[in-house]
T-cell receptor
Framework: NAGVTQTPKFRILKIGQSMTLQCAQD?????MYWYRQDPGMGLKLIYY???????DKGEVPNGYNVSRSTTEDFPLRLELAAPSQTSVYFC??????????????FGPGTRLTVT | TQLLEQSPQFLSIQEGENLTVYCNSS?????LQWYRQEPGEGPVLLVT?????EVKKLKRLTFQFGDARKDSSLHITAAQPGDTGLYLCAGGPPAQKLVFGQGTRLTINP
């Protein structure tokens, strides 16, 4: 199994450009998440999804959009990129059933620079 | 807003020494997780503690959840270079909005 995969690994954007960060998981997890990690900091939750068609905001959603049309895929869209969005982005997934929760599995990350 | 403060932020010690990393909050968490993250990779879960006062051991690593479920510690015995990495604590229901600490960057020198 590949686990959680993210593409691209690296990207440089100019201010005002848009892009989509791709995330896919093959573990049939119902929950998926997007985090950003700034230098020397922990992870901050951007958006999460509890299943196909259901998404909700995390701590820092401004400037981002998500969709979840399938269980496997959870793309993150950046519209009008700004330097403040320079960060490393991690996608994660987990399984939850009947109130029992399990660990989050993380992808390798996408390093994004906006100049 | 729930916050988790980790200390120290940076720690550099010699191989064979012992160390303790702390994760503190003014909020109560239903569970606390510890992750290790290596350069260029995503965090990997080490342990989850859910009961106040709980102690879990993972080889040379000992994790403790405070009685009031507001704090946790990670103790490493006889540290090895392979323990080098960023250690993150995270609190809350694992399947929902985890709150992460800022991390402790640990370097073990041979």
């Amino acid at each position: 199994n590949a686990g959680v995969t993210q593409t691209p690994k690296f990207r440089i954007l100019k201010i005002g450009q848009s892009m989509t960060l791709q995330c896919a998981q093959d573990m049939n997890h119902n929950y998926m998440y997007w985090y950003r990690q700034d230098p020397g900091m922990g992870l901050k939750l951007i958006y999460y999804s509890v299943g196909a068609g259901i998404t909700d905001k995390g701590e820092v959603p401004n400037g981002y959009n998500v969709s979840r049309s399938t269980t496997e895929d959870f793309p993150l869209r950046l519209e009008l990129a700004a330097p403040s969005q320079t960060s490393v982005y991690f996608c994660a997934s987990s399984y939850s059933y009947s109130g029992q929760t399990y660990e989050q599995y993380f992808g390798p990350g996408t390093r994004l620079t906006v100049t | 807003t729930q916050l988790l403060e980790q200390s120290p932020q940076f720690l550099s010690i010699q191989e064979g020494e012992n160390l303790t990393v702390y994760c503190n909050s003014s909020s109560v968490f239903s569970s606390l997780q510890w992750y290790r993250q290596e350069p260029g990779e995503g965090p990997v879960l080490l342990v989850t503690v859910v009961t106040g006062g709980e102690v879990k051991k993972l080889k040379r690593l000992t994790f403790q959840f405070g009685d009031a479920r507001k704090d946790s510690s990670l103790h490493i015995t006889a540290a090895q270079p392979g323990d080098t990495g960023l250690y993150l604590c995270a609190g809350g229901p694992p399947a929902q909005k985890l709150v992460f600490g800022q991390g402790t960057r640990l370097t073990i020198n041979p």
